[in-house]
């Protein structure tokens, strides 16, 4: 017993000694991780909430899809001096934007036999034109974007003609899209109100993943019937 006694000391104090440092590493690790700039190679990279990812929009300027965010820009003032400060992201909601209307779609559902039919309507809501054509926007201008947000949905802005050409060139992957979700699903998974909530949030995340210069806002039933 006393010839064992020593070794066992022995193998605890290794022991101890390994764990302390893997504590160390692992802290090392995470600082590492946390503080390192992101062009460094990691093992993973961190995400945080309110990040959101911006794409090259086909009208020109920068989209943004998500959260409210904001991003740094440099500005010199009357002395010369250079300072960095937040550019102000316009983030619409719901009833906000402008509606495109994808047309009926009818549809055989995914049930056995095929006997089910679903016939529906379907309106994507985008950004208004502001949003594409300029999607930063200073603070003091973001009450008066959303207000002017209607004007530019009328004839008069010369925009809509070059906005309708962008839809029209997307449609087809708009229409593929929808059909290939709506005739993906079965009576039971949409005929209830949850399943129609699911169904509209899965076309919005379709679509934005798809076409993610769209920036597609919400989705909308005008007509849903199921024979």
Excluded: C, W
Aim: glycine share 8%.
């Amino acid at each position: 017993m006393k010839k064992i006694m020593p070794i066992l000391k022995t193998v605890g104090m290794v022991l101890q000694n390994v764990m302390l440092v893997t504590v160390f590493a692992m802290n090392g690790l995470m600082g590492y991780i946390m503080f390192a700039p992101d062009d460094m190679p990691k093992p993973f990279y961190l995400s945080y909430a309110g990040q959101i990812p911006t794409v090259a929009s086909d009208l020109g300027g920068e989209l943004t899809v998500g959260e409210t965010d904001s991003t740094h820009t440099t500005t010199t003032d009357s002395h010369g001096t250079t300072s960095e400060g937040p550019t102000i992201i316009k983030i619409y909601e719901p009833g906000q934007g402008q509606m495109v209307d994808t047309g009926t779609k009818v549809v055989n559902l995914a049930d056995p036999g095929g006997r089910r039919f679903l016939k529906a309507t379907i309106t994507i809501e985008v950004p208004p034109l502001d949003f594409f054509f300029e999607a930063h926007v200073t603070e003091g201008e973001d009450a008066a974007a959303a207000s002017h947000s209607t004007e530019t949905t009328t004839t008069e802005d010369p925009r809509i003609a070059e906005f309708n050409t962008l839809i029209e060139n997307k449609m087809p992957i708009i229409n593929d899209i929808l059909n290939t979700l709506l005739t993906s699903k079965t009576f039971d998974q949409i005929y209830t109100v949850e399943g129609k909530e699911a169904l509209r949030e899965e076309i919005k995340k379709e679509i934005n993943a798809r076409l993610p210069e769209l920036g597609v806002i919400a989705v909308y039933f005008t007509e849903f019937v199921v024979q």
